[in-house]
């Protein structure tokens, strides 16, 4: 295996297209100290606002971390928070040219209100509804071109449920991206669970995994976890399945064997976007062709890092490495 110095100076420059739901998460802070006498909720001093990259975007922003060069692909609306999300794309010098807007759609924002360093509300304006055809077609084509003109190395979906990704647009990237011989790697939510089939690496978290699969997993009884796992594979047929475990760390399988790796140990501050992390790193680790267990040990490490933050960050390069040297040798 390749030193950890020498995996990680194979990331940089790696062209990998992020497919999927993007966001803006705005956070609202201040200080509580009363009660509103309007209706029993808290009265939030205002003190500051920020708007950060979310979803999609976040993952484009890790792999930007890792020395890569993502391309989000996306679909946004025509709107003030589209203009918000690409003034935060240019200050993030993330490349704007695999998004497009469309007049039928707006652009996501979950806003969190947070008094006392606690989170209050969350107020999210969305569209769930599937992207137009039309849409669909443009996203296409978008992609063909990056990955003809550009050395596309990877595809990552990044599924949020927010209507981008539909169940032909999923299948028609995937067929095209086996083609051309590219990896594609998938975080999945449960409307199109089983859109992705023949992936080289899908990776749900356990809740994912047991809405998707219907089965109950009781982790203390492994073959409950495993048969879940197996009706996974034999419906999508993917090269690997790499699940998040939460504080039991990670699974993946390695043709017929198995490997549980243990969460590294933590104190943990916030595991909002730690998922995005994941799928940036897993994803990195298999174009530098490293083994299935240590794609999912530097996996691990990276989303457990970012919990260690709170809100949704992008994992710090110089930590990785370290904890990685610590965990490889």
Do not use: W
Not at 150 to 170: C, H, P, R, S, W
Not at 192 to 207: A, G, I, M
Request: net charge neutral; glycine share 6%; proline share 4%.
């Amino acid at each position: 295996m390749p030193t950890v110095n020498n995996i990680f100076k194979s990331f940089q420059g790696k062209k990998i297209i992020v497919l999927g739901d993007v966001m803006v998460d705005t956070y609202i802070e201040g200080s509580v100290s009363r009660i509103s006498p309007e209706a029993p909720v808290p009265v939030v001093n205002f003190k500051s606002r920020s708007s950060r990259l979310g979803g999609a975007a976040n993952v484009a922003l890790n792999l930007k971390a890792l020395g890569a060069d993502p391309i989000i692909c996306t679909i946004i609306g025509k709107d003030e928070e589209a203009d918000l999300f690409l003034r935060l794309v240019n200050e993030s010098q993330l490349s704007p040219k695999g998004i497009i807007s469309f007049d039928d759609r707006i652009t996501t924002v979950k806003t969190r209100v947070i008094g006392n360093n606690q989170q209050l509300v969350r107020v999210d304006r969305e569209r769930t509804d599937p992207i137009s055809s039309s849409a669909e077609f443009a996203l296409l084509n978008k992609i063909r071109e990056f990955c003809d003109r550009d050395g596309v190395e990877a595809i990552i979906f990044q599924d949020y449920n927010k209507g981008v990704l539909t169940a032909e647009l999923i299948k028609q990237v995937i067929e095209y991206a086996n083609e051309k011989g590219i990896v594609t790697t998938v975080d999945p939510k449960k409307a199109n669970f089983f859109e992705y089939q023949k992936v080289t690496l899908f990776k749900p978290n356990l809740k994912e995994l047991v809405e998707g699969t219907g089965l109950p997993v009781n982790l203390a009884e492994k073959q409950t976890f495993l048969d879940a796992v197996k009706v996974l594979n034999d419906k999508l047929q993917p090269k690997y399945t790499f699940v998040t475990l939460s504080e039991y760390g990670v699974y993946i399988n390695e043709e017929k064997k198995n490997h549980f790796i243990p969460a590294h140990p933590r104190s943990i501050a916030d595991v909002s976007g730690a998922g995005d992390t994941v799928i940036s790193v897993a994803t990195l680790a298999l174009v530098a062709n490293l083994d299935p267990k240590t794609i999912a040990i530097l996996a691990n490490l990276a989303g457990g890092l970012v919990c260690e933050q709170v809100g949704v960050v992008s994992v710090n390069k110089d930590d990785l490495i370290k904890e990685a040297k610590e965990v490889l040798g």
